[in-house]
């Protein structure tokens, strides 16, 4: 039921497409091997779509996606080794889940983008792949064929927007280092501050003001905040729109 992801299809794919020389069968080993990269991720993610953030599932550049969950997980680019060992402390079985790096990962990906595409017109004439180098490109990828896929799901927590009251998932990792967190329903996207207290984190996106009118409290999200922005106290529906002043400041003489 379903299409899976089958990685090692298309690196089998490449390598046979490498016994020969012509551009034709080099150039398609490049496609295979991309393929290869993006099944690499996407099978990973697919793994995990009930906990992800939606934005990450949704993005279908492998190399942007990983770049992305790696914000929220920290094992999202790293090999990982499962020992399972018995009472009397021998080792039973190892598994392994070989992994790229998102530096490597970046770095393979565009390579064989790069060859994608038809030469210049300038070099037309004496264009060619340079076949080592994508062998180089498939002996790299080989370890990724390797072990198998595991999972450890990272502690995703939860808080509700102010703007569109969904779900925004976050780790520690996430809020540790950075100082906002962008609501993760394409409608929305409002920006929520992040405040990381000693056991509590807290998020806010509203600027509160009382109105001048009337005293009640006004509030407007953050990101909504530019030159010109209006918007009308609830209470009195006093309007209020945001001016961008400029201000010299003088350096004041000691
Ligand atoms: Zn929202
Ligand atoms: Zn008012």
């Not at 779900?167 to 394409?186: M, P």
């Not at 909504?224 to 001016?243: G, P």
């Amino acid at each position: 039921m379903g299409h899976k992801y089958d990685k090692n299809f298309h690196f089998d794919n490449a390598k046979v497409l490498l016994k020969n020389d012509d551009l034709q069968s080099i150039r398609y080993a490049c496609l295979e091997l991309r393929y290869f990269i993006e099944a690499h991720v996407y099978e990973k993610l697919f793994a995990e779509t009930e906990v992800l953030p939606k934005a990450v599932i949704e993005t279908w550049q492998p190399n942007k996606a990983i770049k992305f969950l790696a914000m929220f997980d920290d094992l999202a680019d790293k090999d990982l080794v499962v020992s399972l060992s018995s009472n009397d402390g021998k080792d039973l079985t190892k598994i392994e889940y070989n992994n790229l790096s998102i530096k490597e990962l970046n770095k393979l990906y565009n390579s064989l983008g790069s060859y994608l595409h038809l030469p210049m017109p300038k070099k037309i004439s004496t264009y060619t792949i340079k076949k080592k180098k994508v062998v180089d490109i498939l002996d790299k990828l080989e370890r990724v064929t390797k072990g198998n896929l595991i999972i450890v799901n990272a502690k995703y927590e939860k808080f509700s927007c102010e703007a569109c009251h969904l779900d925004i998932i976050f780790t520690r990792k996430y809020v540790e280092e950075n100082d906002s967190i962008r609501c993760q329903n394409d409608q929305c996207g409002i920006e929520h501050g992040i405040r990381v207290n000693e056991n509590s984190v807290e998020f806010g996106s509203k600027y509160i003001f009382s109105c001048a009118v009337c005293d009640e409290n006004v509030s407007i999200f953050h990101s909504h905040i530019e030159d010109l922005y209006s918007f009308q106290c609830d209470e009195c529906k006093t309007q209020y729109q945001f001016e961008l002043t400029l201000r010299g400041i003088p350096e004041q003489k000691a």
